[in-house]
């Protein structure tokens, strides 16, 4: 997701003096992250959540969720991550906006480096959720902030009246396309298959609005422009032929990387990079659980992110009450 420069009020960044050993630092301010801390802190840990950049995790990238329960009428996704960290703050949850640049799990207490210095724990939640998967084909990196983006929510203003692509056709695709054609004069979803892989209702309202056009079987091979997208160059997977779609811009929606680079060579990952934990959200080192995006491949749904943080926290008073 984008990077966002706001903090929501969140608390300084951590001193570089030398701190206490917290009982349970949370890694991560996305929905797993953020109810995890409502539930350590109502168990009276006082948790620390690093939040890191991206407040809200892929959640806040998302104008308007139905499928959220409570919310009927559907719910922002950065107002329900503002409410759900001030629910946290109410019961004592302390959020620092600051980035966790390493990582020492080999002995308790757990050693995290972050950009303000040093933080250590007797037991650490992973919550650092999953970020938006790139194409990887020439001109993307290039017209980045020019004309690429892979957040409709952030961007889609700056299309009004103009033409964009949409890259992808599972529900993350559909939703922002359908929000993008608020602004947009025409926009085209690119589809490496002959069907949507979104739900019946998302496909339902994609194929009935005007604004939508469907290109199936195919792949964007390059980004074009100059200073600025005015294009991009696809490929029909069935005849091979190529052709050219002028755009002002391209969104990319192709599937998440989990967010588990810190982690590689201490925690146990699966052949995707998702962390492995089990049904208690307990990775392979005792004292460190796992929740939300990050260790699901699966589901990325923002109900069940905040389940396993919820869980994630019981399970870390647990440990900590037996250690």
């Known amino acids: 997701m984008q990077e966002m420069s706001f ?4 608390a300084a960044s951590p001193s570089k003096e030398p701190r206490q050993v917290e ?3 949370i890694i ?6 953020f109810t995890a801390a409502l539930y350590a802190a109502r168990a009276l840990l006082s948790p620390l959540v690093l939040v890191g950049q991206a407040i809200g995790g892929q959640a806040a990238t998302t104008d308007v969720m139905e499928n959220y329960p409570g919310f009927p009428e559907g719910v922002g996704g950065m107002a329900l991550a503002q409410s759900m960290q001030e629910h946290a703050e109410r019961f004592g949850a302390r959020m620092v906006f600051e980035q966790v640049t390493a990582v020492d799990l080999s002995a308790r207490p757990f050693r995290l480096t972050t950009w303000g210095g040093e933080v250590q724990a007797r037991s650490v939640i992973v919550a650092t959720g999953a970020s938006s998967r790139k194409l990887g084909v020439p001109g993307e990196e290039k017209f980045i902030g020019r004309g690429v983006s892979f957040c409709a929510t952030c961007d ?3 299309y009004r009246d103009k033409d964009v692509i949409v890259v992808g056709g599972g529900d993350s695709a559909i939703d922002e396309g359908l929000f993008l054609t608020r602004f947009a004069r025409t926009l ?3 589809h ?3 069907q949507l892989r979104a739900t019946k209702i998302n496909q339902e309202r994609a194929l009935a609005n005007p604004k939508m056009e469907f290109v199936w079987d195919t792949v964007v091979e390059e980004v074009l422009g100059e200073d600025h997208v005015t294009g991009a160059r696809v490929r029909n997977l069935k005849t091979g032929e190529e052709s050219v779609i002028a755009a002002d811009g391209v969104f990319v929606y192709v599937g998440l990387i989990p967010n588990s680079q ?3 060579g201490q925690l146990a990952l699966d052949e995707q990079g998702y962390i492995i ?3 208690r959200q307990r990775t392979n080192i005792p004292g460190v659980f796992a929740a939300g995006d990050v260790q699901d491949p699966l589901y990325r749904q923002v109900v069940i992110a905040a389940g396993t943080g919820a869980a994630a926290a019981i399970e870390a008073e647990r440990f900590l009450s037996e250690n």
């Not at 991560?28 to 992250?33: N, Q, S």
Request: charged fraction near 25%; proline fraction near 4%.
């Open 7 to 10: 903090s929501l009020g969140l």
């Open 277 to 279: 934990a089990d049904g």
């Open 23 to 25: 009982d349970l630092v």
């Open 156 to 158: 889609g203003f700056f």
């Open 28 to 33: 991560g301010g996305g929905p797993a992250g």
């Open 188 to 190: 085209k979803v690119v």
């Open 192 to 194: 490496r298959r002959d």
């Open 262 to 264: 810190l982690f590689e």
